[in-house]
């Protein structure tokens, strides 16, 4: 969620290393870390060893919303100050629903037992991917009842739950739903399982 991230660095000595460890630097920023050497970093642990170790970093902070690049920096106490950095890791905050846009479906708002009922929407998430999309039903009374997803393989199409993808669920109206009033609901989580549903369709069987 962002809050109080914690983060490891794993130094590894290497086996000529004649001088000790000094310090571990953590750099966190919303931008590609090209120059290292020169940036402030958000913390520093100072050691003095030349044993292999993990450290271990919490930053008190929340996070807003985005992509960040996260490196580690260590120093010995060479006359001249050896530094080694690693890759840029990345992370991302998303607290944020996946989206729908353009809720369809193929039926009439009175329907018929033995109709299939199907219901399209596209989904898309601005900066994680989209993990499922279900069917809700409030059939036999009980609300939200999961009637189809996009993980099976019965009245499922669309199942790329990729960004900016359409998924269409179908349901087949069962004989005990007759002369019921029934409300369809599209339900998507997306990867951080951050969840949206859409504004239920009512359809009345006859």
Known sequence: NGTDAQFRCNI???????????????????SYHTA?????????QIINSTLNQTINFTVPTTF????????CKVSDNASTTNLNSTLNQTFIIDRTPPFFEN????SNSVVSTGDA?????GVSDSLTSINGVSLLVNLSGTADNEVNNTNSTRFASGVNTKNASRVNLTFVLPGHALNQVLNFTLRVNDSV??????????FVVR
């Open 12 to 30: 590894t000595i290497n086996g000529t290393q004649i001088f000790n460890i000094t310090n571990v630097s953590l750099y966190v920023g919303t």
């Open 36 to 44: 290292i050497d020169t940036a402030s970093p958000n913390q520093t």
């Open 64 to 71: 807003n919303e985005g992509t960040y690049f996260w490196v």
């Open 103 to 106: 809720l369809t479906n193929t």
């Open 117 to 121: 009922i199907s219901i399209s929407v």
């Open 193 to 202: 399982n951050n969840i949206n549903l859409t504004t239920p369709l009512v």
